[in-house]
């Protein structure tokens, strides 16, 4: 049933209105070597059907694992609410705004994500989002490179998210843009050594606070030296720790970006995600994507319009600052409803309870014999711990009891095959920090 | 409406969390800490939810208005998709849960569902594999152009162009240019792609053409057979934007007419609800030649009937998101498929094609129509001829229609055809929605005869009048500064 409301009269009668016989007639076009070869899809279900069906499907994933899986994707309390807000249809079934009179809830709500976003990272100025965290930080890299003029080094730090930077170096492989990557020094960016990376022909440097392995740094000097050098400051954050964490807009960076599934929107498998990009007043001409702007209708009454729209694909074509089009709008507005229900008290509270539950988790798991922080430094809701056997033995050890311990450093980073990443949320119960620690002491 | 930050009330709250026990200074030293706290709003639940419902309610919807919207296949969004893609289980895995130690056994729905999804996708297209990752239809561009390279890179040819018909969206030469080609326009002739101004354009430095078939004029591109013998005398590969896809199910396979890559905008043909900007998801879908250089952890199946993630690909592009794309909404698209069946997209082509041609047709002694022959699922209009008469435009014909309570068409894309409108009906409307709009949209253009500064001034009714986009691109109020 393909909700076609046509009954067969009105079928008819449309068909004489157009002067052909039948509907075939009407893809005369195509001739008859170009038609199928085959076209063997299954017969259509009733949608009582299909429910059951993916009902089915979906009960053949676990949902009962206790995950301390973390890896820059957390399970965070979403308020019930954002679900029925953005469900409703004038929300989800609407377009991309081209047509501002009839489009003023859409514009509005991006206007305010807009803002929150400003807010949160202390930055000037914010697009209506990109798809997730990884590509946000290809744009902001492209956007150095464009405001850069001819400089085509990025110097990146190696504890930037690594399924982040393994898309980048997807994306720019055939681009003319070298990107060099600083090693860590044991989970910690050295920042020395980016520093003397940043030459005159870098266009920016990249960095994650916390980074990968959950540790948390100031950047502000390590900007000062790439502005000194004529080159950005990109900075990639988690949004729920910078409700107390220092600020990319203190820390001096010239573009925040950030993955926001953190606020509001579920796991679901990697999708879909959020993509949050800000930036000072200097780089707004080369954000990608849509932006809202506040002005005034022809009777004086405040509006607001998509705007600087002169960047776009629509517009520039092959000289656009991006191809993106389509946006994560629902996501952005379920990231604005999520931090409007929160409000600043409730976003700092979830940060400190992750974090108080975190610090719980370490202290517990030190004390077992042979396990060990990576490092001294301050983190937050994640961290990295060597363990005296291979994380991934650990992994696989505790899964069959129902447990995800975490994520294996070895994946990204040589000589780091015993050290686990392990990550809490507001989300665990002290009781199952409990278990966790007993059984993961267990098998060590 | 005031913003929600325009509402705040210091100290009032709605979700708030319990209590911590500790608070973050406790974790960090001040100086990694912010100085202030987020300006974020402080308001009630109801003010949030009384805020969000009215700004909804400024909005036009396919929920509550007829939307036809050129080559954006504005069609009703089934809700049993929404059911299914929030089911538990679907929403609670982390997505890099399969790719640890016996983590997979966990995730066994999920990978399932995305290889039976791609597995439709191939035989609904005809194309050899699919890859969900793309997370949009210009990231699908891209990743479509991404895999182009690395086609002509693995044998070694020497390629730096791709061409684009003049009547292509504007994401095509954006795509190209971002994946590191230059761009070679191509003018049409009679509304499409003329085989001769390719020929003049084609050489060894050429890596693919962009194609769009349908056209955005709504035309078959019939000279596709020579198109493609062409391109392979060069080795050059041919992409198949999956935008007007909506035209040609079941009638024609992608894959099967000699085309090497193609992106399908899901929110489009496949029903998944468009949210006012996202979030889409544009898979890919390749011929036989370009399956080793797919993203890599490809879902699959093992001889025992378990799905896994492929990740021993030599030549794959890498990752082109996270993980595997924007999973919930190939759900939805995958739920529509699978309701649907082969009848059910073939019927849902037919009657989308049967509602253009009827809109057409009964616009043709109105509005002039430059391309005025039998139309795939959308045509063009030029408001040109009536400029020359009384000076109404596109644009005022396009706010009129707003004033009626409509959607209005597509207006001044594509760039080949003057004071152009595109209408896009899709299949899910009645005769009665397309007569209703029809009758308004002649009565306008009378109207516009007889008394232009009416449509000028238009739309009077909506929740604000034309605006000021010069105010807004030079004063460029971006944040709201309480």
Known sequence: ?444 | MKTLFAQSVPGRTACLPPKPEERAERFLPKELMRAKRPVLPEVSELDVVRHFTRLSTLNYSVDSNFYPLGSCTMKYNPKYTEYVASLPGYTTPHPALPQLPKGAQFTQGSLQTMYEAEEMLCELTGMEAFTSQPMAGANGELTGALLIAAYHKHKGNKKTKIICPDAAHGTNPASAVLAGYEVVNIESKDGIVDPEALEAVLDDSVAAVMMTCPNTLGLFESHLPTIVEKLRRVDALLYYDGANFNAIMGKMRIGDVGFDVVHLNVHKTLATPHGGGGPGAGPVGVSERLVPFLPTHRPAKAEDGTYYLDTDLPLSIGHVSPFYGSFAVMLKAYAYMVLLGGEGLTQATERAVLNANYMRKRLENHLYIPYNRICMHEFVASASKLQDECGVRALDLAKGLLEKGHHAPTIYFPLIVKECLMFEPTETESKETLDGFLDDLIDLIETAKKDPEALFSAPHNTPVRRLDETKAAREMVLTDEV
């Open chain 1, 1 to 444: 049933m393909p909700y076609t409301p046509h009954t067969a009269e009105e079928t008819q009668a449309m068909l004489d209105v157009i002067g052909v016989k039948t509907i075939e007639d009407l893809f005369a076009d195509i001739p008859a070597d170009m038609r199928p070869k085959s076209f063997d899809l299954p017969q259509g279900l009733s949608e009582m059907e299909t429910c059951a069906y993916f009902e089915k499907l979906a009960g053949k994933n676990n949902t009962d694992l206790v995950s301390f899986l973390g890896a820059g994707f957390y399970n965070h309390y979403i308020p019930k609410a954002i679900d029925n807000l953005v469900g409703r249809g004038e929300f989800y079934t609407a377009y991309t705004p081209y047509q501002p009179e009839s489009s003023q809830g859409t514009l509005q709500a991006i206007f305010e994500f807009q803002t929150a976003v400003c807010n949160l990272l202390e930055m000037d100025a914010a697009n209506a989002s990109v798809y997730d965290g990884g590509f946000a930080i290809f744009e902001a890299m492209m956007m150095a490179v464009r405001a850069g003029r001819k400089r085509k080094k990025i110097v990146i730090d190696e504890s930037v998210n690594p399924f982040y930077r393994e898309m980048v170096d997807t994306y720019t492989d055939n681009i003319d843009v070298d990107i060099v990557v600083v090693p860590h020094a044991d989970g910690l960016s050295n920042l020395d050594a980016l520093k003397a990376a940043i030459d005159s022909d870098c266009a920016a440097v990249v960095v994650q606070n916390p980074n990968f392995f959950g540790n948390v740094q100031d950047f502000t000097e390590l900007f000062e030296h790439a502005h000194a050098n004529k080159a950005a400051g990109i900075i990639s954050v988690y949004p729920v720790m910078q409700s107390v964490m220092k600020t990319p807009g203190e820390m001096g960076a010239d573009i925040a970006v950030a993955e926001a599934q953190s606020l509001g929107q579920p796991l679901s498998f990697g999708g879909p995600y959020l993509g949050v990009m800000a930036c000072t007043k200097k780089m707004i001409r080369q954000l990608p994507g849509r932006i809202v702007g506040r002005t005034e209708d022809v009777d004086g009454k405040t509006g607001y319009v998509l705007t600087l729209q002169a960047r776009e694909q629509h517009i520039r074509r092959a000289k656009a600052t991006s191809n993106i089009c389509s946006n994560q709008g629902l996501c952005a507005l379920r990231a604005l409803i999520h931090m409007s229900l929160l409000g600043p008290e409730g976003l700092i509270r979830t940060a400190e309870l992750s974090m108080e539950r975190a610090h719980y988790l370490a202290d517990r798991l030190t004390m077992i014999d042979g396990v060990e922080l990576l490092n001294d430094a301050p983190f937050c809701n994640e961290f990295a711990i060597r363990l005296p056997i291979n994380a991934e033995d650990a992994i696989e050890a505790l899964m069959d009891k129902g447990f995800v311990t975490g994520y294996p450093a070895g994946r990204a980073y040589e000589g780091m095959d015993n050290v686990l990443l392990v990550a809490c949320t507001e989300l665990h119960s002290f009781e199952q920090i409990g278990v966790f620690t007993e059984l993961l002491g267990g098998i060590l």
